[in-house]
Antibody
Framework: EVQLVESGGGLVQPGGSLRLSCAAS????????MNWVRQAPGKGLEWVSY????????YYADSVKGRFTISRDNAKNSLYLQMNSLRAEDTAVYYC??????????WGKGTTVTVSS | QSALTQPRSVSGSPGQSVTISCTGT?????????VSWYQQHPGKAPKLMIY???KRPSGVPDRFSGSKSGNTASLTISGLQAEDEADYYC????????????FGTGTKVTVL
């Protein structure tokens, strides 16, 4: 079964850091680009970051550029999002999503990040 | 890059058809044939319903169809069923390195 499972969310103070992980199974992880997408409470979906299959191409939304770092380990079938200098507005459910080509066809269940003092 | 514009809500009775619009610009919807649509039930992850404007992934009922004209894309649900009640989001590839994808504002579909 094709599956993505996020982990690493939690409660963090403003200015703090958190590292999210996404474990992939059931498909050849190294063949696919991946994305992180977030959804603030009661709000819509927001694209956060993209990484190509070989990590050669990486993009970030303006709202997180300079604070978040996306990476992957194809040997471990894992995707990561290092989040630094967290703000209240980063509070959201964070989803990882597989990107076969200009769409997102498989999504994880999400992990919740709460930034609050 | 601003979010794509969708109606806040649409509704229909079982068996009817509803259409959700998604308006962007020539830099996103109008510039690429890479519009996708996602269904999200409360507390659940989004599910891909349409990709590349009008293609359906395996397992998605053919009641769901997509189209595009200029800077506006549309999702039509024919033969509305109770389980179609959910939030729907459009998404367009935008090609900019600071905005690879842009999502729509979301539409709540209510089955009366």
């Amino acid at each position: 079964e094709v599956q993505l499972v996020e982990s690493g969310g939690g409660l963090v103070q403003p200015g703090g850091s958190l590292r999210l992980s996404c474990a992939a199974s059931g498909f050849t992880f190294s063949s696919y680009s991946m994305n992180w997408v977030r959804q603030a409470p009661g709000k819509g979906l927001e694209w956060v970051s993209y990484i190509s299959s070989s990590s050669s191409t990486i993009y970030y939304a303006d709202s997180v550029k300079g604070r978040f770092t996306i990476s992957r380990d194809n040997a471990k079938n894992s995707l990561y999002l290092q989040m630094n200098s967290l703000r209240a507005e980063d509070t959201a459910v964070y989803y990882c999503a597989r990107d076969p080509a200009r769409s997102m066809d498989v999504w994880g269940k999400g992990t919740t990040v709460t930034v609050s003092s | 890059q601003s979010a794509l514009t969708q109606p806040r809500s649409v509704s229909g009775s079982p068996g009817q058809s509803v259409t959700i619009s998604c308006t962007g610009t020539s830099s996103d919807v109008g510039g690429y044939n890479y519009v996708s649509w996602y269904q999200q039930h409360p507390g659940k992850a989004p599910k891909l319903m349409i990709y590349d404007v009008s293609k359906r992934p395996s397992g998605v009922p053919d009641r769901f169809s997509g189209s595009k004209s200029g800077n506006t894309a549309s999702l039509t649900i024919s033969g509305l069923q109770a389980e179609d009640e959910a939030d729907y989001y459009c998404c367009s590839y935008a090609g900019s390195y600071t905005s690879v994808y842009v999502f729509g504002t979301g539409t709540k579909v209510t089955v009366l």
